[in-house]
């Protein structure tokens, strides 16, 4: 009786405390919640903003910040002007690859779909052929003692979409696209095949004796080629009806001093495209590089040294001309060639202006690029 009086006696007390907590509590609940007020950026700047980034990371993680954003911001190559060159590598000892950021000595992972080796009695010989962003992947497989087979491929690397065509059965030395068009070649032979992206068939046309084909390259819409004997530069009027090529003869024969002919090799030269100019590069030596550059002179019809690219940078790949940057690029030497060669996982620099060459080890934190797996490979994502 005395414990119920005692708890008749709280009771009160405690009925006033929740009386009096209960409006406090009413007026708590009918408060609006506290936000926090952003900025508004308009979607139609969005692409200004992306001009200004160099790391690719940045440019993909703005897109992906909402879809507002991302339909400003398309992939284009006014979008991407700004993204520094990058670097194929394979990366680690796995099959797989990865781009390369020389400025920051970054890693960038993506996903890069490549079949593997069936077996290990399997072989596999990969050659990667630069076009922008893009990659013309030529791979040779087989087993030792039987009929090799040959894929040949292109793949966007920043949307992963691929075109396989169908296989070439032989070697080649370069891919370059013209129109939508893919062409190849080899070395001192008389013949360009091509095909249409969407088609996937080959076709071979012969180039009249006795000319071979040294280079080729296309500038403003118009085919060039180096041809010999002489190095002599020609227009190339492609037939796609006859399968025929007709070679317009420009002049521009090259002499020995001209091109430092070596006795043991074959010369180095490289057409190659500097804002819309049709130029020439030519390896005079190879320990270290050295390099003249040559620019076209359509009414004198012949090649004139230059030593300055405008602050422009041009990039080479294992002997092969991947692109122009500039001028004055970000993050990059102006009038300078970057290359990559062989198999030693190094890039190099050659200044024009003052005839400095140097290496640089393909290093970033913890870890590098692995040396004596494939040649890197230059990937230029403002030439989307």
Known sequence: MAAANR???????????????????????????????????PPELIPEVARRLTNLPDFFALRAACRAYRAHLPLTSSNLASQAPLLFVPFEDTESHALFHPTLRRIHRF???????????????????????????????????????YNFSIVNLFTGERTCLSSLPEHINRVLLYGDLVLTFQYFDHAIRYCRLEAADWNVASII???????LICVNGVLYALVTPGYILAVVELSENQNSVELVLLGGNLDASTVHLHEECPPQLHLAECCGELILISTM????????????????????????????????ADDRFVGCLGPHHKGIRGDSIYITEFTDGD??????????????????????????????????????
């Open 111 to 149: 996903r890069f779909h490549r079949t593997p080796p069936a077996s290990d009695d399997e072989y596999t010989v990969t050659d990667f052929h630069s076009l922008g962003c893009r990659l013309a992947i030529y791979e040779i497989r087989g087993l030792v003692g039987q009929p090799s087979r």
């Open 347 to 384: 890039w190099c620099e050659y200044a024009l202006d003052d005839g400095s060459f140097n290496r640089f080890a393909a290093e970033y934190q913890g870890g590098a690029v692995p040396k004596d797996r494939c040649t890197p490979v230059w990937v230029l994502p403002s030439m989307y």
């Open 209 to 215: 004796e006795p000319y071979k084909l040294h280079g």
């Open 7 to 41: 708890r008749r006696s709280r009771s009160p007390q405690a009925n006033r405390r929740r009386r009096s907590s209960s409006p406090a509590n009413r007026r708590r609940s009918r408060s609006p919640p506290a936000t926090v007020s952003l900025p508004y950026f």
């Open 285 to 316: 030596e190879f320990d270290p590089r050295v390099y003249h550059v040559f620019k076209w002179k359509f009414v004198e019809a012949k090649w004139e040294r230059i030593t300055s690219l405008g602050g422009c940078t041009l990039f080479l």
